[in-house]
């Protein structure tokens, strides 16, 4: 992946853009859909052997901590399977004022943890670990 297709990962990133908060994102950047540069780079992620969607979305994670949030088979139990999650939790970030964005925050602040921990990765964490104590409890 870094050696064959070096140029077009870093090409399609540079498209994605810096890292923000998803919360930020504007309505137009997300109205495109499947055009949405990082979706795209999801996809041909994707056509690497060995490479499936949730590690696509955990390579994209890691690469953009506060803009693309991790989504496997446990956070999908919990928040269902919208068509399109990322614009989902976008709308839904951004909704009643960024609501649940600040909550977010709050929450990171009473852990203790770092601004380094975006919004998106105390989501993640809170949504697999109900995830893991549905599972556990069945």
Not at 36 to 59: N, S
């Amino acid at each position: 992946m870094l050696c064959d297709r070096a140029e077009e990962f870093n090409d399609l990133l540079e498209h994605v853009g810096p890292d923000r908060d998803l919360a930020d994102v504007l309505e137009t950047e997300l109205a495109g859909g499947s055009q949405w540069p990082a979706w795209r780079l999801h996809e041909r992620l994707c056509t690497i052997d060995g490479v499936d969607w949730v590690t696509a979305g955990k390579l994209l994670a890691r690469k953009r901590p506060r803009l693309i949030p991790m989504y496997d088979s446990v956070v999908r139990e919990v928040v269902g399977s919208p068509a399109e999650f990322w614009p989902a939790l976008h709308q839904t970030l951004r909704v009643d004022g960024a609501a649940l964005h600040h909550r977010l925050l709050r929450l990171r602040a009473a852990a203790s943890l770092p601004p380094s921990i975006s919004t998106l990765r105390v989501f993640d964490v809170l949504a697999w670990m109900s995830g893991q104590s549905d599972r556990s409890s069945r």
